[in-house]
C-alpha cells in the first residue's frame, strides 16, 4: 500500500458524514507528554503530525512504523507534537486560517521555520527534564541526517534544527 499524506487520512477518518465519532476505530497509543488523544496509523508518509479532528479537538497522529522501529526517535517527535498543541501553534493556524481552500499552507508557510524551532526547543527541554536524554540525542541525529538541507518544505535545516535541540536540551552553550 502507498504511503498516504497526512492530510488525505484526517480527510477520510474525520469526516463529519461518518456515524462514527472520530477516532473511534482508530489505533491509539499512550502519549506520556501530554493529554492529548494519539493515534498511531500505518501507511502515513509523515512520522507524526498534530491537527484537530471534525469537532476541533487536538490530536496527534504518528506513523506506526516510526513508534515500533525508532522508540527513542518516537520520545522526541512525541514530545515535539505535544509542545505544537501547547505552545498553539495548531489552535493559532487554525484560528488564523480559518476555512481559505486548498492554499492555507501559503498562509502559513512563513511561520512554519519559528514554529518548527519552538516545538524542537519545547520537546528538548521537555524531555531533559524526564531524564529522557535518548529522545533529545535520536532527535539530533534525525536532523542531522539532513544536513544543511531543510527538513521539510519552509523548515529550518537539519543542521539550525540540531544547534537549537542542544541549545535547548543545555547541552550546548
Given at each position: 500500500m502507498?504511503?498516504?499524506?497526512?492530510?488525505?487520512?484526517?480527510?477520510?477518518?474525520?469526516?463529519?458524514?461518518?456515524?462514527?465519532?472520530?477516532?473511534?476505530?482508530?489505533?491509539?497509543?499512550?502519549?506520556?507528554?501530554c493529554?492529548?488523544?494519539?493515534?498511531?496509523?500505518?501507511?502515513?508518509?509523515?512520522?507524526?503530525?498534530?491537527m484537530?479532528?471534525?469537532?476541533?479537538?487536538?490530536v496527534?497522529?504518528?506513523?506506526?512504523?516510526?513508534?515500533?522501529?525508532?522508540?527513542?526517535?518516537?520520545?522526541?517527535?512525541?514530545?515535539?507534537?505535544?509542545?505544537?498543541?501547547?505552545?498553539?501553534?495548531?489552535?493559532?493556524?487554525?484560528?488564523?486560517?480559518?476555512h481559505?481552500?486548498?492554499?492555507?499552507?501559503?498562509?502559513?508557510a512563513?511561520?512554519?521555520?519559528?514554529?518548527?524551532?519552538?516545538?524542537?526547543?519545547?520537546?528538548?527541554?521537555?524531555?531533559?527534564?524526564?531524564?529522557?536524554?535518548?529522545?533529545?540525542?535520536?532527535?539530533?541525529?534525525?536532523?542531522?541526517?539532513?544536513?544543511?538541507?531543510?527538513?521539510?518544505?519552509?523548515?529550518?535545516t537539519?543542521?539550525?534544527?540540531?544547534?537549537?535541540?542542544?541549545?535547548?536540551?543545555?547541552?550546548?552553550?
Amino acid at each position: 500500500m502507498a504511503a498516504l499524506p497526512v492530510a488525505l487520512v484526517v480527510f477520510l477518518v474525520f469526516q463529519p458524514s461518518s456515524p462514527a465519532r472520530a477516532g473511534r476505530f482508530l489505533p491509539e497509543v499512550d502519549n506520556p507528554y501530554c493529554d492529548i488523544r494519539t493515534y498511531k496509523l500505518r501507511g502515513v508518509e509523515e512520522q507524526a503530525s498534530s491537527m484537530t479532528d471534525r469537532l476541533g479537538r487536538p490530536v496527534i497522529v504518528v506513523n506506526a512504523m516510526t513508534l515500533r522501529d525508532q522508540p527513542s526517535y518516537s520520545r522526541f517527535l512525541l514530545a515535539h507534537e505535544c509542545c505544537h498543541h501547547t505552545l498553539g501553534h495548531v489552535a493559532n493556524a487554525k484560528k488564523g486560517l480559518g476555512h481559505v481552500g486548498p492554499q492555507a499552507f501559503y498562509y502559513i508557510a512563513p511561520e512554519l521555520k519559528r514554529m518548527e524551532l519552538e516545538a524542537d526547543c519545547c520537546a528538548a527541554r521537555l524531555l531533559r527534564e524526564r531524564h529522557e536524554d535518548d529522545g533529545i540525542d535520536a532527535g539530533s541525529v534525525a536532523m542531522a541526517e539532513f544536513g544543511d538541507k531543510p527538513t521539510g518544505a519552509h523548515y529550518p535545516t537539519g543542521l539550525e534544527r540540531v544547534d537549537n535541540i542542544r541549545r535547548c536540551a543545555g547541552l550546548d552553550p
